[in-house]
């Protein structure tokens, strides 16, 4: 999934606060919750259950190309996701322009949503496509100097003495790219949690 992907679903999403005046407001409440609620879920299964199971049991190359095509579809999904939880917001509290901006800045479940969209949205269009594209320089250079294909290790090229400077360079960026994304996708899913704690606030039963 691309960037035209990317752009096609947040379009998609984009178009939910046109219908949202002509739903009822259990509906419009329905998705907000709905929405940060999938997000959330998203995050903890794709980031711990299946990340981790896929990495104690898949082979190290085998298990980024799982990723690659995993991980946009999870970015885009949460962006698309957050997207929609931001509009219902607003809409539910029927905010004009630069209500809805001081809102957004001043309150926890606003400044929640801010970054959950944010996070997801620079993990979707950057730092998961660069990722990728890193790790396949890895696997390529690892193919050609013949180095084994293991279960549950980083790449073996780190400790190989026919490495080159260019090898180390790509390894270092191939950390730091990797490092920002999981921060991106931990700044969301904390955003997402304390969305759903301000829900849980204030709902009654």
């Given amino acids: ?30 998705l907000n919750v709905g929405s940060i609620s999938i997000s959330f879920g998203t995050h ?6 299946a990340g981790l199971t896929m990495f104690r049991t898949l082979k190290r190359r085998t298990f980024g190309n799982v990723q690659s095509k995993l991980f946009p579809k999870y ?25 809805a901006i001081s809102v957004l800045r001043s309150t926890l479940e606003g400044g929640a949503l801010v970054t959950c969209l944010f996070s997801n949205l620079l993990n979707s269009i950057y730092f998961i496509p660069a990722t990728t594209n890193l790790m396949f320089l890895l696997h390529k250079r ?8 293991q279960v549950g290790v980083m790449s073996p090229l780190k400790g190989d003495p026919n490495a080159t400077e260019e090898d ?29 704690y301000y829900i849980a606030k204030n709902v009654s039963f």
């Fill in 44 to 49: 903890i299964w794709v980031g711990s259950v």
């Fill in 75 to 99: 970015a885009t999904m949460n962006t698309a996701c957050s997207f929609v939880a931001l509009a219902t917001f607003l809409h539910l509290r029927n905010l004009s322009p630069s209500d």
């Fill in 1 to 30: 999934m691309d960037l035209g992907s990317t752009v096609v679903a947040c379009v998609g999403a984009g178009v939910v606060p046109a219908l949202l005046p002509y739903l009822p407001e259990d509906m419009v409440k329905f």
């Fill in 142 to 149: 690892e193919r050609e100097l013949g180095l084994e294909d």
């Fill in 168 to 196: 180390k360079k790509t390894l270092k960026n191939f950390g730091i790219h990797h490092g920002l994304s999981m921060m991106m996708a931990l700044a969301s899913v904390a955003s997402c949690g304390a969305y759903l």
